[in-house]
């Protein structure tokens, strides 16, 4: 099935809602790069599965997705209070989704029975809406990092990604792509190292697949290889998303991102997380102890997946009962980070930063 063309860059929209019917669709996000399908979400557990299994994923997406997750269970007739802990429980670590579901819980806590399916309804088109709107003020902001580096070398500038925080993550533009394509939009040359992001390989099959359908020059390479060309000045720029970011600037995201970030370090090269108000966690300030790290299945280590031309089959690379851990997320101290581009501008990885930025 085709998706759904939805501005000048040719982006699709993550998540939208049928006109005609009221029904939720998300692209299947576990299918790309090789087959361009989508899920209807029609109850409160096609919502559950949707975000537990990937079929959605990515901080504010989860967030949106879960919006939508407490309208379908006032549209069908579930307990909201039971849909709210089944959607809280799916994902430990992205803060987004609860935000989402109390910003939704907060909306009917006080108005008529009757009114609060399109109560609901409204407010996640809001969260939606501000989502898309957050995240194109992040590209505005951080692309003049992406400027100031090309007036100074007078060349293409060389991103690394690591995950996927593009679109897909989102709803449009995404956090860390959306600097990457406001700065295409410009004619600003620029060339992505895109982190292949094991074990389930976001951004071999999802970053390298919006950046080819925009039009951007990039390389996938291997996790391990970050390090080696930031060594050798291949590097200008360290751009990733985030799942949570604590009150004092620390920064967690897709495992595999704090080594980028002493890497980047080491070689002097600026580190920056982007991310909406919805992804920053006021109630924790130290990252590494407090912040959940969600561990998840280990068949996404014991089997990878593969297309032969005709279908995608998922192929054992170690024994079925090898021991393993498979841990989602890790955390980033602040002191590597040197900046955090969100919707309001750009500030520095630290609590007082932070609260001058949102007025806290």
């Known amino acids: 099935m085709a998706l759904n063309e939805t501005d000048t860059m040719n982006f699709t929209q993550s998540i939208w809602l049928d006109k005609n019917t009221q029904e939720v669709t998300v692209i299947d996000q576990r299918k790309l790069p090789f087959e361009e ?9 096609d919502v559950c599965f949707a975000i537990k299994d990937m079929v959605v994923r990515g901080a504010p997406l989860i967030g949106v997705t879960a919006a939508y997750g407490l309208y379908i269970a006032a549209k069908t007739n579930f307990d909201l209070s039971l849909a709210y802990g089944a959607l809280l429980a799916t994902r430990p670590t992205a803060i987004n989704l609860k935000w989402a579901l109390d910003s939704q819980m907060n909306v009917v806590s006080s108005i008529k029975k009757e009114d609060i399916e399109q109560a609901l309804l409204n407010n996640a088109n809001n969260i939606r809406d501000e989502d898309i709107n957050m995240c194109s003020q992040i590209g505005n902001h951080g692309f003049h990092l992406i400027k100031q580096i090309h007036e100074q070398t007078r060349r293409s500038v060389n991103i690394l990604t690591h995950c996927n925080a593009g679109w897909l993550a989102t709803v449009q533009w995404g956090t860390a792509t959306a600097p990457i394509y406001k700065a295409h939009q410009a004619g600003i040359p620029i060339h992505i190292w895109v982190d292949e992001t094991r074990p389930r390989n976001q951004g ?5 697949w919006e950046l080819s359908h925009a039009g951007i020059p990039f390389h996938v390479i291997t996790d391990n290889a970050g390090g080696h060309i930031m060594q050798h000045g291949k590097v200008d720029l360290v751009l990733v998303g985030s799942d949570r ?3 004092a600037g620390d920064v967690c995201n897709k495992i595999g991102t704090y080594l980028k970030a002493l890497a980047a370090y080491e070689n002097n090269i600026p580190f920056y997380a982007a991310l909406p108000v919805s992804t920053i966690d006021w109630s924790i300030k130290d990252g590494v102890n407090d912040i959940p790290i969600e561990e998840r299945s280990n068949e996404e280590i014991i089997f990878m997946h593969s297309y032969s031309g005709e279908r995608i089959s998922k192929s054992m690379i170690m ?22 581009i969100t919707e309001r501008g750009i500030c520095k990885a630290n609590e007082e930063s932070l609260k001058k930025m949102y007025g806290r």
């Open 319 to 340: 024994p079925a009962n090898t021991p393993v851990k498979n841990y989602a997320f890790d955390v980033t101290p602040s002191r590597y980070v040197t900046g955090i």
């Open 37 to 45: 399908t989508t899920q209807t979400l029609a109850t409160v557990d």
């Open 245 to 247: 970011t604590t009150a």
């Open 204 to 208: 071999a099959n999802l970053t390298a």
